[in-house]
């Protein structure tokens, strides 16, 4: 089992910058590949970015060349650097693991609300 907890969410203006952490615990040795989704009122889940174990990082069209995601093993942690925010970015954020198992197990961060307004 993994567990995964979020934070960094908050309400900035648009154009600011914010950080999203994801702390993984558990069978860490067993995670494969590590994501950001995010849920906007009213929408469905949208995957924001990927980050393989091998740390090869893939991005939706709408956050490419805005947001980074990596990984630092050491501490277990993931990120999602976000910079010049836009209102429509704003949705619950949440981080998602899988792990080498066949069939893979999925763990999901409780989320954290990411708010972008003037």
């Known amino acids: 089992q993994v567990q995964l907890v979020e934070s960094g969410g908050g309400l900035v203006q648009p154009g600011e910058s914010l950080r999203l952490s994801c702390v993984a615990s558990?069978?860490?040795?067993?995670?494969?590949?590590m994501d950001w989704y995010r849920q906007a009122q009213g929408n469905g889940h949208e995957l924001v970015a990927t980050?393989?174990?091998?740390?090869?990082?893939h991005y939706a069209d709408s956050v490419r060349g805005r947001f980074t995601i990596s990984r630092d093993n050491a501490k277990n942690t993931m990120y999602l650097q976000m910079n010049s925010l836009k209102p429509e970015d704003t949705a619950v954020y949440s981080c998602?693991?899988?792990?080498?198992?066949?069939?893979?197990?999925?763990?999901w961060g409780q989320g954290t609300q990411v708010t972008v307004s003037s």
């Open positions: 980050i393989t174990r091998g740390n090869s990082a």
């Open positions: 558990g069978n860490i040795f067993s995670i494969k590949d």
């Open positions: 998602h693991a899988s792990d080498i198992y066949h069939p893979p197990g999925n763990y």
